[in-house]
């Protein structure tokens, strides 16, 4: 069977969030797959360093990204998506936030798809829309779908206020309409809804618990069902536990562990 992973990562969703309002799509794929509301992310958490984090599978402390402007790795880490591409797989990337740009190398891409006016729901609309369509010409191993508009709703009225729980309802709905195109299409795929951080009043940034506890919602084929996860789970777990059910040969630089709690006995020994 052909392996697909689309990995969802819906910027400054807290958890309890999700459990405070309407999220059908993640509420099935939690029901249906293996879950925790109790992740962890890395400090500073803030976008950059935390995506960095989740898909270069290293802390803070060995990629040296500490703030959204991007620096070169003095001791370079590969990426999932450069990790995929190295191996022959195909990968997209669709998202709404330019910083993004350097969570892979030049040429790990064959397709990406940046929309750089995050100031609406509409953008992430759009992002969803841009992936169904491209999945409608062609298949992808590893798609990467970023959600923007849930963090700049948070920092424009505030987390937990009733606009940016709507921005969530969306977000959910943008995933929804992704994941119905693969099932019409037939590809079953692994799919891992996650944030990179939190939030509290208008912003992110520190180590409260608000900032630093995310979701990480896992589904599909070799996923363990209807299962919450007991062990921590820390964001940079994503990029070996993805690459693992990608069935990639792992880089010798992550330092993150498979999280083998979510996973079939057949999965884990794959």
């Known amino acids: ?38 992740a962890r992310t890395v400090m500073p958490s803030s976008t950059l360093p935390c995506h960095t984090s989740m898909l270069r599978g290293v802390p803070t402390e060995r990629h040296g990204i500490t703030s959204n ?56 609309a759009f992002l969803a829309e841009q992936a169904c369509a491209y999945l409608e010409r062609d298949d992808l191993d590893l798609l990467f779908l970023y959600l923007g508009w849930p963090d700049e709703c948070g920092h424009k009225h505030g987390w937990m206020t009733p606009p940016y729980l709507e921005s969530i309802t969306h977000a959910d709905a943008c995933l929804g309409r992704v994941l119905e195109t693969l099932r019409r299409l037939g590809r ?8 990179d951080h939190g939030g509290h009043d208008r912003s992110h940034g520190t180590d409260r618990p608000e900032d630093m506890t995310i979701p990480w919602v896992l589904n599909g084929p070799g996923v363990r069902a209807g299962v919450e996860i007991a062990t921590p789970v820390r964001i940079y777990d994503t990029c070996p536990t993805l690459a693992h059910l990608l069935g990639l040969s792992p880089a010798p630089q992550w330092e993150g562990r498979i999280v083998t709690d979510a996973l079939e006995p057949d999965a884990i020994s794959a």
């Open 1 to 38: 069977m052909k392996k697909r992973v689309l990995l969802c990562s819906m910027d400054g969703v807290r958890p309890d969030a999700i459990l405070s309002t309407e999220t059908p799509t993640i509420d099935r794929l939690a029901r249906e797959g293996a879950f925790t509301w109790s």
């Open 69 to 124: 402007t991007f620096t070169p790795i003095v001791r370079p880490v590969p990426s999932l998506i450069d990790a995929a591409r190295a191996q022959g797989r195909r990968t997209g990337f669709f998202y709404n936030w330019e910083q993004l740009r350097d969570l892979a190398d030049p040429g790990s891409l064959h397709v990406a798809v940046m929309h750089g006016e995050c100031t609406s729901e509409k953008s992430d």
């Open 188 to 195: 079953e795929t692994v799919t891992l809804v996650v944030s």
